[in-house]
């Protein structure tokens, strides 16, 4: 087999999977106008949590999902929770003024899982590891290829969602979006409700 061609199918997909808006965009640009640290924390933990699911996906998850349909359904009912928790924690501070000082210099950490656990409840990320990313990967594929994809995942995640945080957080952008903080703050968390919302209906 040829295992390059299926390495290259597999990052092309993955771009375009971390390249579609979606709520690790979401709250990689919001935590980015706040503190580029903080910003490249976000896309450091979405990058992480890339790297578990193409574990897990390898792992056999397709397979795991098709044969225990109760999981597919709670993980969906904690992403939305999830979900419809952050947006409501944003709309409900939406105008109070950007941390400064020693907040933003001790929350990266902070920013860094709630960029993992983001990915880790979002349901498209459990659609796109669980079927097409799975159903890509051979089947009886050696230790390297695994690592590869692993280590791939990681690397294009990483890479997406720093520079995306390096940009919001750049600070002719950062000025701009700051005085339109609470008026983004708003429409981010109703987006982040609306998709939680829209996940608990359909589950």
Known sequence: ??????????????????????????????????????????????????????????????????????????????????????????????????????RLATSGWSAGKRGYLVSMTNPKAIAFYGSIFALLIPAHAPFWFGAVVVAMAVAISCGWYCSVALLASHPAVRQLLVRRKAVLDTITGALLMGLGARLLAGS
Do not use: D
């Not at 359904?73 to 947006?87: K, M």
């Open 1 to 102: 087999m040829n295992y390059t061609s299926v390495l290259l199918t597999l990052a092309g997909v993955l771009m375009l999977s971390v390249m579609s808006p979606g709520p690790n965009f979401v709250v990689v640009t919001s935590t980015a106008i706040a503190s580029r640290r903080a910003g490249i924390a976000t896309g450091l933990g979405l990058a992480a949590a890339s790297g578990t699911w193409a574990l897990i996906a390898i792992a056999g998850l397709s397979l795991l999902l098709a044969h225990v349909s109760w999981i597919h359904a709670v993980l969906r009912l904690v992403g939305a929770a999830y979900l419809v928790w952050l947006g409501l924690k944003m709309m409900l501070t939406a105008r109070r003024p950007l941390p400064t000082g020693e």
